[in-house]
């Protein structure tokens, strides 16, 4: 049993995540929202939980390593600067930061490199994301990572190659490019797929989340992974022996 803290307790994520806490048998050991302090929580609790903001990563990642405790990083709309955090922290404390907690995504990310690295350069690749209403980041977290594991799987960078959204006169589309496209709306919880487009067939990797339920044992099952953990930053795939 772990005293697990959660920043961001008040969203949506945070109510299912305290849910999950205690189905797992855990103690809540307090949440913080905007405003809160992240040391004291920090201090009370054997491991953190942040599915809040990416302003508040910073302070975050440092109340982990002031309090020596592990950390699941699972905010999105994090821009490099956020990972060059994420990566300095992990030189002190265990740092899991990912787009998707959920087992079924987890094993898709593996499905699309392995699909991407054998179609070849000829299968075009376009991601399409559906998400609820609310949602404040495009493209979602879990789309940018199916898309770095389409990169893995060319063997290219997705920065270079990524096209995100069109509009107006685009031209024909780039061979070998990346697209990403949002769509918001409803309540949906998240769905993703990844189409590879050859002459001809196509080939569509999805995943549909039906309710936040998932990511939040996902979470939780990362939080008890990092506990004996030194040190480092960690991705789901290890979590979950993929
Ligand atoms: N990795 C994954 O598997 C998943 C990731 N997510 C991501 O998790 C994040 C939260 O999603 P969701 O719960 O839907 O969003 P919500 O807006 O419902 O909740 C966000 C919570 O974070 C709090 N918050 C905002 N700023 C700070 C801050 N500076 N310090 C502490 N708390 C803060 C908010 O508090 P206040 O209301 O006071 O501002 C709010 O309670 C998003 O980035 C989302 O994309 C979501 C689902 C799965
Ligand atoms: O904001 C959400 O709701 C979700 N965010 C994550 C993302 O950006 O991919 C994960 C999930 O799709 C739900």
Redesign the pocket.
Same mark, same amino acid.
């Given at each position: 049993m772990a005293r697990i803290g959660i920043i961001g307790s008040a969203g949506?994520?945070g109510n299912a995540l305290q849910a999950a806490v205690a189905a797992a048998g855990h103690d809540y050991a307090g949440g913080i929202d905007k405003g809160g302090d992240p040391l004291a929580l920090a201090q009370a609790s054997d491991v953190l939980v942040d599915f809040s903001a990416p302003a508040a990563l910073e302070y975050n990642l440092d109340a982990a390593i002031h309090a020596g405790k592990p950390i699941v990083v699972?905010t999105?709309?994090l821009e490099e600067r956020h990972h060059w955090l994420v990566d300095a922290a992990a030189v002190s404390v265990p740092v899991l930061q990912t787009?998707?907690?959920?087992l079924g *995504?987890t094993l898709l990310s593996y499905l699309v490199r392995e699909a991407a690295q054998r179609l070849g350069e000829d299968w075009d690749i376009e991601i399409v994301?559906t998400?609820?209403r609310?949602? *404040?980041?495009a493209?979602?977290?879990?789309?940018?990572?199916l898309g770095e594991a389409a990169a893995r799987g060319r063997g290219v960078s997705l920065h270079e190659e990524e096209v995100r959204g069109r509009d107006g006169i685009t031209g024909a589309r780039k061979a070998g490019t990346i697209g990403f496209a949002s769509l918001r709306g409803g309540t949906v919880?998240?769905?993703?797929s990844v189409h590879f487009l050859a002459d001809n067939e196509r080939l569509t990797l999805s995943h549909l989340?039906e309710n936040?339920g998932i990511?939040a044992r996902g979470a939780i099952r990362a939080a008890e992974w990092l506990l004996d953990k030194k040190a480092g930053r960690y991705t789901m795939p290890e979590v979950l022996d993929l």
């Open positions: 949506r994520m699972g999105t709309g787009g998707n907690t959920s *995504v994301e998400h609820h609310m949602k *404040v980041d493209p979602s977290g879990t789309a940018i990572l919880a998240g769905d993703h989340a936040r990511f």
